[in-house]
């Protein structure tokens, strides 16, 4: 800690986000969030609340300020502790969209051509898209590079972002002859990192999904988890009893997935455990597992929203914590770039 209270921060430092768009489900939680917990105890960590990434598309664009408390809780109610990480909202932090111009300067477009993420969700239309969610993952390089963040835990989802990332900080430094940015880590760990709706095993599971059974919200409650998991699909072939049995079958690799990471399991053994039994035992074996972790910490978020100045405290202090950060690095890029200051 220095004097002013703001946590020291060291080489070694996690960076990573969640857009405040509501439905936060069991694939942020397992392919993200959970994954943070541990880093706390060895390194300086900060977790933003990505709000003007959530503004990229239009449905998003309400009920931000809940929202974004509604993420602060699930942070908390995971295991991020305020008094170890950081946790702010990216809109109070000016940096990000001022470092994401800059970094916007060094970003060909043919680079930023490839991201399927924006072929996704632009669809046909991209006449119409906005500007915002074509340079989407340049806002979001800025968001670590702006830290210098060394380490970035994500889900697969994130991958061919974070890779351009590398590539941004690259043609900065290469630019400027310098060595300023890092080249950060993707971390992607555990065995959910791309958890599938459960309806359907070809589908990631996801906040704008239009089914609610597709997912298994961090708020649902211990009815609703049981009736989700017992409603997913399976078929009608024996329990798996090694990996070649689950080719074709992705709704159920999906299941042992989503066991394992919860249970802390490795999938070959949940395939010994259950093998020439039911799918109706083993699933009522995963609900009881989901409901231990899932419900608790869905009712540790709805304690925590029932004291909203708590958490508008918490994003304070880590809106302080982040602009000392956030000013002193920008103040060194407007060096390097040599504006006028
Ligand atoms: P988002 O909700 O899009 O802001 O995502 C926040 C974090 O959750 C990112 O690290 C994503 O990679 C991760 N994530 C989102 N959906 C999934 C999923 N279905 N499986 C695994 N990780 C996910
Ligand atoms: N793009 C990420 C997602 O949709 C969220 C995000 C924004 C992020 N900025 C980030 C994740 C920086 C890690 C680091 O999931």
Redesign the pocket.
């Known amino acids: 800690m220095t004097e002013s209270g703001i946590k020291k921060v060291g080489n070694d430092l996690v960076?990573?986000?969640?857009?405040p768009t509501g439905n936060l489900h069991l694939g942020n939680y397992l392919g993200a969030i959970k994954n943070w917990v541990d880093f706390q105890n060895s390194k300086k960590c900060i977790f933003?609340i990505?709000d003007l990434?959530a503004i990229t598309a239009s449905e998003n664009r309400s009920k931000l300020d809940d929202f974004s408390r509604e993420v602060a809780a699930a942070y908390i109610a995971s295991g991020i502790e305020p008094k170890k990480s950081t946790i702010f909202v990216q809109s109070n932090i000016t940096g990000h969209s001022e470092l994401a111009w800059i970094l916007g300067c060094h970003t060909p477009i043919g680079w930023l051509n490839r991201m399927t993420q924006f072929k996704d969700k632009a669809g046909k239309n991209k006449e119409k898209a906005p500007l915002g969610l074509y340079s989407y993952p340049v806002l979001?390089a800025a968001?670590?590079l702006l830290y210098k963040s060394n380490f970035?835990p994500?889900?697969d989802?994130?991958k061919q972002?974070l890779e351009l990332c590398r590539d941004i900080a690259q043609s900065f430094n290469r630019f400027y002859n310098t060595d300023f940015f890092p080249i950060p880590e993707p971390i992607i760990t555990g065995s959910a990192t791309r958890v599938m709706s459960l309806k359907d095993g070809k589908k990631k599971m996801s906040k704008s999904d239009p089914s609610d059974q597709s997912r298994i919200n961090l708020t649902d409650s211990e009815d609703q988890i049981r009736k989700k998991v017992q409603k997913a699909k399976t078929d009608s072939m024996p329990f798996p009893e090694s990996k070649n049995d689950l080719e074709n079958r992705p709704e159920i690799e999906n299941l042992i997935n989503i066991y394992s990471a919860i249970g802390e399991h490795s999938s070959e053994k949940i395939m010994q455990d259950y093998k020439g039994k039911d799918f109706k035992n083993f699933k009522e074996d995963l609900c009881d597992l989901l409901i231990s972790k899932i419900s608790k910490i869905s009712m540790e978020i709805k304690k925590l929203l029932s004291d909203q100045s708590y958490l508008n405290s918490i994003l304070s202090d880590g809106a302080k914590e982040a602009n000392e950060l956030s000013e002193k690095n920008m103040n060194e890029i407007k060096k390097i770039i040599k504006f006028y200051t």
């Open positions: 960076f990573s986000g969640v857009q933003c990505v990434h979001m968001d670590i970035v994500v889900g989802d994130q972002h």
